[in-house]
Structures are given as C-alpha cells and as structure tokens.
C-alpha cells in the first residue's frame, strides 16, 4: 500500500517511532528505533502489514532492510515480530551472506529463530535475495575451496564444517590453506 514516508521524527519509542507527514503522525516500527533522531526530516521504506485485528506499518531506513523483511515474511512459520529481531540484531548483508552459504547456526542467535526456523529460512531463501557482488564473488570462492577440499579427499560433512569458520574475504589460496590449517588443529 505504501512504499515510503518521508516526513519528521516527533517521537522515539523503545519499539517504534511517530513521522509525521504533513500533519499526520504515522507509529512506525522500526528495527532499532533509537537509530533514528528526533526532528529530523527523513525517507522511511515502509510495509504495511494486515491481519484480521490489526493494520501494522514497518519501517526501514533502506530498501534493501525492507525486502529482506518482506522476503523472511514470505518464509513459513516466520511472522513480523521474528523477522524484524533479525534485522535488529544483524546487517541486512550479514543475514544475507549466512542464508547464501546455509549458515543456519548464524540465523539460530536471533530472538525467536529456533534450528527449525533457521533451516527453513535458508531453503525457502537460498538464491532468491538479491546480493551484493562481493557477496557473489566470496560464495564463488568458498565453492573452490570446497571442489579443493573434495579433490583431496575430504567428506562433504568436514569440508561443511570448515567452510562455515573461513573468512571469506581472503583469496582461494588463502582461504584453502586457512581450511586446511582448520582440520589439522580439529
């Protein structure tokens, strides 16, 4: 229904904030309201939630924050209230980078995010959102460092496990020498 605000922050509440937009104050949650100053003029990318007893709207300070929401509500078993503890808690890129490698362990810290859920974000989401080209190439990358570790033998279980501790902002060379350090010190 509605894409963006743009308007003046009159309140900061610990679960939300009041825009005003000509006149009107709008209660908008937000993911961290106190990120956000009193009176100043701003682009709010909103979501305006439905449900049988309530009209909710959600506001982020990015479009990317606001459809990485929209693709966790899309996720069964995923309501409003869980996906926006994630993006309170992580960078958007972060919780991107760890549903594109089935980093389920990173989605387990976030408040109401349980092994089920974890693991039902990263098949419902894996390959669908849009990532940066960094993100690309570092997926790229720790794809090599697997097909090495297979290439010398390695179980696919060992090399998951590996794979998940690397830094993948190093290059494959590195990345297969740190991987190959992680399992000589198991």
Known sequence: MYSYLKGYITEIEPDKITLEVQGVGYHIITPNPFDFTMDDFIKLFTHHHVREDAHTLFGFK??????LFESLLSVKGIGPKSALAVLAAA????????????????LNKFPGIG???SQQIVLDLK?????DKINVKSKRQLEEVEDALRALGYKAREIERVVK???????TASL???ALKIIANK
Request: aromatic fraction near 2%; avoid cysteine; charged fraction near 45%.
């Open 62 to 67: 990015s479009l990317k924050e606001k459809r």
């Open 91 to 106: 960078k958007p890129e972060e919780i991107m980078r760890a549903i594109e490698t089935s980093d389920s362990q990173y």
């Open 115 to 117: 092994p089920k859920a």
């Open 127 to 131: 390959g669908k959102l849009q990532i």
């Open 165 to 171: 501790k690397l830094d993948a902002s190093k290059d």
């Open 176 to 178: 297969v020498k740190d």
